[in-house]
């Protein structure tokens, strides 16, 4: 994995924590409690656990709607 790529699921992950912190700055408690719960002990926390709440994936899934050639173009 590139620099890149950790540097980018480095940056969801602050984002997200971000995010929370602000939202529920009433909870603060039950904030931190949860993003221990996604990454794991500081220690040995895993920033990549965040992508799973990372609406921008790119999903490349096919419309089920629409059958294998249907649209061709017609000469």
Wanted: hydrophobic share 30%.
């Amino acid at each position: 994995m590139g620099l890149g790529a950790k540097n980018r699921q480095k940056q969801t992950a602050d984002i997200c924590k971000q995010h929370l912190r602000e939202k529920y700055r009433d909870k603060l408690a039950l904030v931190e409690e949860f993003i221990v719960e996604i990454e794991g002990a500081p220690k040995n926390g895993d920033v990549t656990r965040w992508g799973q709440f990372n609406r921008h994936k790119g999903s490349k899934k096919r419309d089920a709607s629409a059958p294998r050639g249907a649209f061709r173009e017609v000469a």
